[in-house]
């Protein structure tokens, strides 16, 4: 034993004493304190109105704690409601706007003005104009866009329809496969589409005449006015950037909210929604505009995505500058086809 | 007809998590889902306050307004239910709901999330039967005639659930006195409570 443990043996008790006694010395004031009008005056406040106002706006803090397993929500989702205002206010009711809109104009269009045909009689030779890889493409990528297209609007206007209109059963099936192709669909649209771009991006890059063909509303209107045009006119280039600009944002927004797991936030979602919702009813509403233009509006222009080639005639008024370029390779129709030079007509 | 609603008194809640484990038992809730959730402001500094949370059943609920399946109603006591056969886990309501409230399971690939889960304020759903009642959505005790688990175990009785007048009324009376008249605790048996048996509101400050 060392000296200072006996010296704490022999004054343990006296020690003791003399730490209780300090104890209630100290336990007066506390006591003291029970009295309300004392402890008003020493208090702190807890929940006070800059507590709730910072609730309110949606911070969190150093100090904030969620119960929640990996819960990582404020408690009061602020932007929640505005996420809502802006879907039904103003996406939902501008969307059918947009998108009936453009259907009344192109029937109107239709009936009033009716489809462009083609001026001069068909040479009956054809032109080479799309390549079987470029048609698989763009079917593909046609394809997946009207389901997604259908899907999408769907799961936005289906249930003010189907769902009192086939009953609950037919529904929950309708829309479980509606978001099912959407979100499986969707990812393998947006890899074609990039794949797409990449292939048509020379063809399409702006060039001076595209502007004449603007200003000339691009010969749409009339007989025997036909602007110049290379490859692809300036019609054809506006809606290629339209899908290399708010195609990608739908895609990449898309992606945002197709995987919840890579810990995006709520908020990210939200904004990831409005803008996938609004970009993909502008182009589904340009895209009429884009199917009508190539099978109803115009003679000839489908039956060069359904079998690659074009008549002579509707290459030399549509597209003269690349005509110009690819002429002398025009062959009779037997030998490219082996058919009529009116093939048979695939509906998309 | 009673319109059902929570409210949790933050000079009351203690952070316990009582209700919270309260509900999971009651509704045998998935493994990963918690309905309701205890949020704490301020941790360990002063002006440390909790706060239980769940779906607070609103009247022009958000996520009824946003669902692209339409699969949620409203009870006639004020509850906001849903359809778990109609979800197809799209995640709007979440994105709608200020509080946080829809769950979603993941056990789907690409994080692609399962059929939503919510508080039922304990008033089951739309099933066949019972047992798939309870199997999809817990419990129902408002059939039978009892209030929320949650509320029911809270320990300080800072979780209030029932109909909106009394629920009302309840922390009206708190707030005037801080402390119900029998504290809350029905041990006085209608006397009015002396000054020290008042749970004391350091807030309070005139
Ligand atoms: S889930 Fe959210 S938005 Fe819907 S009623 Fe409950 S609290 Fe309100
Ligand atoms: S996740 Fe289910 S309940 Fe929620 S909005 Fe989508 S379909 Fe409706």
Redesign the interface.
Known sequence: MNLLTEWLHTWRVPLLALLVLLSLGMAGPVLAQADPEGEIATAVPATDADTWRQVRSGETGPNYRDSRFDSNYNLINASGETWRQIRNRWVSPFGLIAICGMLAMIVLFYLIVGRKHLDEPRTGRKLLRWTALERSLHWSVATLFIILALTGLNLLYGKFLFKTLFGDAFWAGMISGSKMLHNYLGPLFGVLLVIILAKFLVRNLPSKHDWTWFKQGGGLIGKGRHPDAGFANGGEKVWYWLLATAGLVVIASGLVLDFPNYGQSRDAMQWANIVHAVGALGLTAVALGHIYIGTLGTEGSLEGMATGYVDETWAKEHHNLWYEEVKHQAADADETLGEESTPPQRSS | MAQMKFMCD??RCI?C?GC?TACKNANDVEW?I?RR?????????????S?S?ACMHCDDA?CM??????CFYKTDDGIVLH?K??C?????C???????APQFP?QNA????GKMDKCTFCAGGPANSKEEEYQKYGANRIAEGKLPLCAEMCSTKALLAGDAQTVADIFRQRVVQRGHEDGAWSSLEGRPAT?DELA?D?????
Not at chain 2, 110 to 113: A, C, K, L, S
């Open positions: 933050a000079e952070e998590n919270v990963g918690q959730r205890v949020v704490t402001l301020n941790d360990g500094e002063p002006g440390e306050v706060i949370v958000p307004a946003v669902c692209p399946t339409d359809d056969d109609l197809i886990g799209c995640g709007y979440l994105y709608a709901c200020p509080f946080g993941k690409f994080g692609e999330r000054a004391y350091a807030t309070r400050q005139q």
